[in-house]
């Protein structure tokens, strides 16, 4: 018989507005005398610092996301100099990495679960060196191409296998603001690459885009320490067979023997319908109604993450600024520095919040503050081009609303797809899901990139940015049907939320005392 709790201080909104009704079992301990009843909670102590570690060190591929979106934004104004490149080419220089990075992030399902999620994290790095030394030495657009698909190809290995790792060495407690962390290394990834344009900028056209991608080389270098730092999840090492291993990981990353032990039940449990990788595929091909409504909610935010333009903003700040009045390449790169920061400070709140507020308040947040913020963009736009707006005033708009894009971006659908995509799924399923997942997200992320310039041609950048704004006043609706809440509860225990079975006993009711407190439990009695 488990043991019912009522949990403090109001309660996790649910799937579709419904209560959560499930707590880890492992971070509750039964009553002491002297505590006169109610329940400890676990606090965390060296164990919660330990995979708190884990967590920065295997976050760190995402720099290198980040500051290859972030450079090429002030890259592309030096490229298109040095090797007089067309406004196509421009295009699919930056928008073809996307494209790319989903192969890697398919290849990383099936690598990951062949070789493990720590060595896909270095393997990851490793081509992308190989990607990035290729594009600071290149005499041609051709070579220049080359080394973008390639280090596209270990960026996407890279963002995929990250998340993934990170949710299955977390605690259910603080898997949220964990698994957040690869979300604020690439914004922190944008920010340098920001920095690194407005710092060598003045140097020669053929030499200043050289030395800002050769920079984005040294993040990776790190890889090499972090492998001998972390160890393998724990439920890849139990897929394995490898139970003593993962029985290890557990004890550096539980409170105590007792949680190690718990925990490992729990994994091996959920390996028990683990079966072969051909099988996953086909049950995601072919998927049952549980299932499919974690792909909807998987894909779904995947795919509104990118939708919105976040990428067009990124990538073509610069132009955004220069069409509301900028002129200076200084001025423009500038402002694109402070819409970096902006990311950064905001996404450090994200972190803060994911697991206190929830994740579904935080989307509602983002996703109604992205839409508003686009809106006003493009109509401060509209009314510029007319005529009927200061260009001073149509400057500092575009300025106001582009920081609040990437600050209610940051503070919702940037860091919580990531950890959405990496806990709705069961572990039979987790690493081809999350494969298919970023796979959709680097798509979306590819055609915004690839065709922003071409739209904004067509439509003016006002009407580019009207089209998002609709998008995103989809992706609030879609967050309201689809999006269930996940806070504080085990990755075994999420496929209740969507249907499916979940966990059968020892389940824990969250209700709205000041305090965890023991329901009354009556030993061999029937039910009245």
Known sequence: MGAEVAAAGGSLPGFLGRKSRYARMDDVLPPEPEDGGGVRVRGGGSSRRYVFACSVFASLN????????????????????????????????????????????????????????????????????????????????????????????????????????????????????????PEIFISFGILLGYVSNLAFSGLPDHINWRVMLGAGILPSISIAFVLLVIPESPRWLVMQGRLADARGVLAKV????????ERLAEIEEAARATGSGKAAWRELLSPSPVVRRMLITGLGVQFFQQATGIDALVYYSPTIFRDSGMTTESQLLAATVAVG???????????????????????????????????????????????????????????????????????????????????????????QAVAVGFALNRMASGGVAMSFLSICRAVTVAGAFAAFAAVSAMSVVFVHLFVPETSGKTLEQIESLFGGVGVASGELELGGAARLEHKRLVPNASSS
Not at 404 to 427: D, K, Q, R
């Open 62 to 181: 995402h720099v290198l996301l980040g500051y290859d979106v972030g450079v090429m934004s002030g890259c592309i104004i030096f490229i298109q100099k040095d090797l007089h490149i067309t406004e196509v080419q421009q295009e699919v220089l930056v928008g073809c990495l996307s494209f790319i990075s989903l192969l890697g992030s398919l290849a990383a399902g099936r690598t990951s679960d062949a070789i493990g999620r720590k060595w896909t994290i270095g393997l990851a790095a490793a081509v992308f060196q190989a990607g990035a030394a290729v594009m600071t030495f290149s005499p041609s657009f051709a070579a220049l191409m080359a080394g973008r698909l390639l280090a596209g190809i270990g960026i996407g290995i890279g963002i995929m296998v990250a998340p993934v790792y990170i949710s299955e060495i977390s605690p259910a407690a603080l898997r949220g603001t964990l698994a957040s962390f």
């Open 254 to 261: 539980s409170d105590g023997e007792e949680e190690a032990q």
């Open 341 to 431: 920061f902006s990311k950064v400070a905001f996404i450090v709140i994200a972190i803060v919040l994911v697991d206190r507020v929830g994740r579904k308040p935080l989307l509602y947040i983002s996703t109604v503050g992205i839409t508003a913020c686009l809106a006003v963009l493009a109509a401060s736009l509209a009314l510029l081009k007319h005529g009927a707006l200061p260009g001073g005033a149509a400057v500092g708009l575009a300025v106001l609303t582009v920081c609040g894009f990437v600050a209610f971006f940051s503070v919702g659908i940037g860091p919580i797809n990531m950890v959405l995509s990496s806990e709705i799924f069961p572990l039979r399923l987790r690493a």
